[in-house]
T-cell receptor, first 115, second 115 residues
Framework: GAGVSQTPSNKVTEKGKYVELRCDPISGHTALYWYRQSLGQGPEFLIYFQGTGAADDSGLPNDRFFAVRPEGSVSTLKIQRTERGDSAVYLC?????????????FGPGTRLTVL | AQKITQTQPGMFVQEKEAVTLDCTYDTSDQSYGLFWYKQPSSGEMIFLIYQGSYDEQNATEGRYSLNFQKARKSANLVISASQLGDSAMYFCAMRVPDSNYQLIWGAGTKLIIKP
């Protein structure tokens, strides 16, 4: 079956602009996670959805970052007034549900570059 | 505090040799899951193997095995008969209920297989 997809694969924007990053999880997966990965580092948790609601948004760095998942499937990560420090690869993952043994499957990521 | 430590920033291994990538973890939870992911230069995070804290036997998946030593809090990845295609970043990650099942990541080990 289809894996996790993310669009766009690359996004170049100017400082101060607004961007949206999209994640389409594996069909039927209720848990969805967003992570951010800077060069040479492990991923950093941003936000977790169980169904439509954000169950944990404690990883969002500030109020410029927001994410939605209105129908419990596709999710959009929104970044307002982008800064150069937002440049990173944004990874989305989904799993059948939350729980210790449920593997998170990752999409290919969106590489965001803020000039 | 929940933490994953990978002490080997980089490793060079001769093709066809076995390689062990180190991972130690710290958690106060009794129930947790340990994961290894591979990230090639293409950027996608690929799930390799999973070990649950209550699993009595070490996990194996093809050429991958996880050397789980609970008392020492270590979960080393062993790759047998390494291949050139194994060259990649390898991340150890932990999932605990106390952190809403997000993955907590190590810094990664860059593995290079020499022909």
């Amino acid at each position: 079956g289809a894996g996790v997809s993310q669009t766009p694969s690359n996004k170049v924007t100017e400082k101060g602009k607004y961007v949206e990053l999209r994640c389409d999880p594996i069909s039927g997966h209720t848990a969805l996670y967003w992570y951010r990965q800077s060069l040479g580092q492990g991923p950093e948790f941003l936000i977790y959805f169980q169904g439509t609601g954000a169950a944990d948004d404690s990883g969002l760095p500030n109020d410029r970052f927001f994410a939605v998942r209105p129908e419990g499937s596709v999710s959009t990560l929104k970044i307002q007034r982008t800064e150069r420090g937002d440049s990173a690869v944004y990874l989305c993952a989904s799993s059948p549900t939350s729980g210790i043994g449920y593997t998170q499957y990752f999409g290919p990521g969106t590489r965001l570059t803020v000039l | 505090a929940q933490k994953i430590t990978q002490t080997q920033p980089g490793m060079f291994v001769q093709e066809k040799e076995a390689v062990t990538l180190d991972c130690t973890y710290d958690t106060s939870d009794q129930s947790y899951g340990l994961f290894w992911y591979k990230q090639p230069s293409s950027g996608e995070m690929i799930f390799l193997i999973y070990q649950g804290s209550y699993d009595e036997q070490n996990a194996t998946e093809g050429r991958y095995s996880l050397n789980f030593q609970k008392a020492r809090k270590s979960a080393n990845l062993v790759i047998s008969a390494s291949q050139l295609g194994d060259s990649a970043m390898y991340f150890c990650a932990m999932r605990v209920p106390d952190s809403n099942y997000q993955l907590i990541w190590g810094a990664g080990t860059k593995l290079i297989i020499k022909p």
